[in-house]
């Protein structure tokens, strides 16, 4: 298998040509492409909520309750396996429609216990993030990387996607409080982040952390917006504080933090849904309750019938931009892989 053949299966060709415009504004944004040496990371170790999330079986959620998943599920439209002839076996395919950590270890030749792509013996690959994770958990998980990987080393990548759950929290406290009461707890959330971010960087590893898109962006946000017309508006601009925190605390020095934008990549596809393919920017693709338990349809054979996946009617996995309420699909969540690929390859890490 090749990171090419992965990562952009079922992606329109608008945004795959998309993704690589869009990938030199972030390099410029950055600090320009210039690196030392490739980094070629041994290890990469994955923290955050359940945007990095690979099922082994069914997920423990972060207050002890049981979250309902096969093995290889992911927070997307997840792929259905077949056989040589095509017939659906039951099964998922994890390596299809990638999540953005796993795309990352795609590039690295690095597969993950929950889905071992190289089949090494030991996957260099481990897996820490929780569904429904804050940014109060990320020291449990860290300290729990710490003790198995024996400390952290320079040659260690890790990953930070989190933070949604804060701002889920903070919007939870509104209208009790005001709408710049809630917005200070999104940034006092993200500032937290930043300063945890720098502190595992300090251990020794390398980190990519990324921004957060806007909430305001999501199904959630419109359902919200039924109820009064300025909280899809107060979603963004808590996520926005969020993000900026997070910047303003982070020692982002381009050498031992890479900072992935997905904010402003994943807002670009919101602005101009038709110029990628997109026919909802602000629907779910889902039926089911919560992207883990979707599955897109099989294509079928001349001699194996289709097998229908669980997406609402008229979605495919690459023309709706979110699974479900508040999970991106597989174009969002590879497009962040991309962004993540180029800026671990930039960095001079």
């Known amino acids: ?12 060709r608008a945004l795959r040509v998309s993704m690589l415009v869009g990938l030199t504004a972030v390099v410029a944004a950055c600090g320009g492409g210039d690196r030392v040496s490739d980094f070629k990371p041994q290890r990469l170790i994955v923290f955050g909520d359940s945007s ?18 096969a ?24 390596n299809s429609y990638p999540i953005w950590a796993q795309a990352l270890g795609f590039h690295y ?11 090494e013996a030991t996957p260099r690959g481990k897996i820490y993030a929780q569904v429904g994770a804050s940014v109060a958990d990320l020291p449990a998980q860290i300290a729990r990387a710490r003790v198995d990987a024996g400390g952290f080393r320079s040659t260690d990548l890790t990953t930070i ?5 804060d701002i889920l929290d903070a919007y939870a406290q509104y209208p009790t409080k005001t709408a710049a009461e809630v917005v200070a707890l999104g940034e006092a959330a993200g500032d937290a ?22 909430q305001g962006s999501t199904p959630f946000a419109a359902a919200q917006n039924l109820i009064s017309g300025e909280r899809a508006a107060l979603l963004t601009d808590i996520t926005k504080r969020f993000n900026a925190g997070m910047r303003s605390a982070l020692v982002n020095d381009g050498r031992v933090i890479g900072l992935v934008q997905a904010d402003a990549q994943i807002d670009v596809l919101v602005r101009n849904p038709s110029n990628y393919g997109y026919v909802s920017v602000s629907a779910a693709a889902c039926s089911t309750p919560t992207a883990i338990s979707c599955t897109g349809p099989t294509a079928g054979t001349t001699t194996v019938p289709s097998v229908p996946g669980t997406l609402v009617t008229g979605a495919t996995v690459s023309n709706y931009l979110w699974a479900d309420d508040r999970h991106l699909g597989a174009n969002g969540q590879s497009l962040i892989g991309s962004l993540a690929i180029d800026r671990a390859v930039n960095n001079p890490f």
């Open 161 to 165: 996607m989190i933070g949604q759950q």
């Open 193 to 214: 982040l930043g300063v945890q971010v720098n502190a595992l960087a300090r251990e020794g590893a390398r980190v990519l952390v990324t921004t957060l898109p806007f």
């Open 1 to 12: 298998m090749t990171v090419g053949i992965a990562c952009v299966r079922g992606l329109s």
């Open 109 to 119: 030749g690095i597969g993950f216990a929950e889905c071992n792509t190289f089949s």
């Open 52 to 69: 990095s999330v690979i099922a082994g079986g069914n997920l423990t959620d972060v207050n002890g309750g049981t979250v309902t998943a």
């Open 71 to 94: 093995a290889g599920a992911k927070y997307l439209v997840n792929a259905q396996a077949v056989d040589s002839a095509g017939a659906a076996t039951g099964a998922l395919d994890c």
